[in-house]
């Protein structure tokens, strides 16, 4: 593992990750032994996920039409960036804390983000507030 990592010119710790990750997604399998061994299932597929990740996380040189956010929207984003938890946004905005977690769920999906922050920062990009 060392050696690849400095081969790569990152931590040891980053390619086992990077490893784990692409196993999760099915796309290497790890060969049984003692030594961290690892097999591409499917170049095609590897190479397919990538280009889908890459995709969902690509920011638009010039806004897209339909791509700017609501009143609600730019209210709900700036309340999870100073930090309020779900039940204080619900409140303010006169929403249900269901309701609440459903709005999030659908900005999360919107931006490609799996976590609040991450959404935070997509948005950051695309000039959002």
């Not at 990592?5 to 990750?21: I, M």
Request: hydrophobic residues 45%.
């Amino acid at each position: 593992m060392n050696r690849v990592s400095a081969q790569l010119g990152c931590s040891a710790a980053r390619v086992a990750r990077s490893l784990d990750r692409l196993r999760e997604l099915g796309l290497i399998a790890r060969r049984s032994g003692r030594q961290r061994r690892y097999a591409a299932i499917d170049p095609q597929a590897a190479v397919e996920a990538l280009v889908r990740t890459r995709w969902r996380q690509a920011v638009p040189l010039h806004g897209e039409v339909g791509d700017e956010l609501g009143d609600e929207d730019r209210s709900l984003l700036a309340l999870m960036a100073a930090g309020l938890k779900d039940e204080a946004i619900a409140r303010r905005l006169g929403w249900s804390p269901r309701a609440m977690r459903r709005r999030v769920s659908a900005l999360l999906t919107r931006l490609g983000a799996t976590n609040r922050f991450q959404a935070g920062a997509i948005a950051a990009r695309r000039g959002w507030p």
